[in-house]
């Protein structure tokens, strides 16, 4: 038997990491035994070479291809054997946060970055069964998280607004994985309408 995999996606500042770790501690939600996890994954060689990268001033195209190794690592150990053994797997940032982000960091280097970003990972990796895109305002979304790495304001902003129109354009593509979220209502709301859309996936098989 297979199990589920579902991601959790969206830009900076839009609730999405709080929500993965409401779900953790969600009764209901661990009445199913799912397997927490993300990426950049946490404490692997991979991982932190990301983490590494993102904190320095690594070549942009370099820096996705650690994002990529540790996503074939993060695969092959981790979410390969879990949905083997029929596990939901729930997974903070995945695959279409590389699209989405590296889409845009990479604008002046490609034609199309996002399309030969999803080339890259089309033969190999595992599409989420179930998408949630965590869909929020850049203005709002900077607001909440606050000055984070050497960005102006107004450059975060200007960068965010690319990185949701990537995000909205691959919910566009695909209706039927991702379920897109209103973010700027209370964590709670959020909470409970995520909450509910996972137990109804899982339970509709």
């Known amino acids: 038997m297979k199990g589920k995999l579902i991601t959790l ?4 500042g839009s609730g999405k990491s709080t929500v993965a770790k409401k779900l953790q501690e969600n009764s209901e939600i661990r009445l199913f035994e799912p397997v927490f996890t993300r990426e950049p994954t946490r404490g692997t060689l991979t991982g932190n070479a990301v983490e590494n990268a993102i904190q320095s001033e690594t070549d942009q195209l370099a820096e996705l291809f650690l994002f990529t190794a540790d996503h074939a ?3 092959a150990k981790l979410i390969k054997p879990a949905l083997e053994n029929g596990k939901t797997v729930i997974s903070d940032r995945y695959s279409d946060s590389r699209y989405a982000y590296q889409g845009v960091t990479l604008k002046d280097r490609l034609e199309n970055p996002l399309e ?3 080339s890259l990972h089309r033969e190999w ?6 998408t949630f895109l965590f869909d ?3 203005e709002t979304a900077v ?6 790495g050497e960005q102006t304001k ?5 960068f965010l607004q690319k990185v949701r129109g990537n995000f909205l354009s691959l919910a566009k593509e695909e209706p039927n994985r991702f379920v897109v979220i209103d973010a700027s209502s ?8 995520v909450v509910q859309k996972i137990i109804e996936f899982i339970k509709k098989d």
């Open 9 to 12: 996606e969206g830009i900076d």
């Open 73 to 75: 690592e993060h695969l």
């Open 116 to 118: 030969w970003v999803k």
């Open 125 to 130: 990796t595992i599409v989420p069964d179930l």
């Open 136 to 138: 929020i305002e850049p």
């Open 143 to 148: 607001e909440r998280c606050g000055k984070r």
């Open 154 to 158: 107004f450059e975060k902003i200007e």
């Open 186 to 193: 209370s964590p709670e709301k959020v909470e409970k309408e």
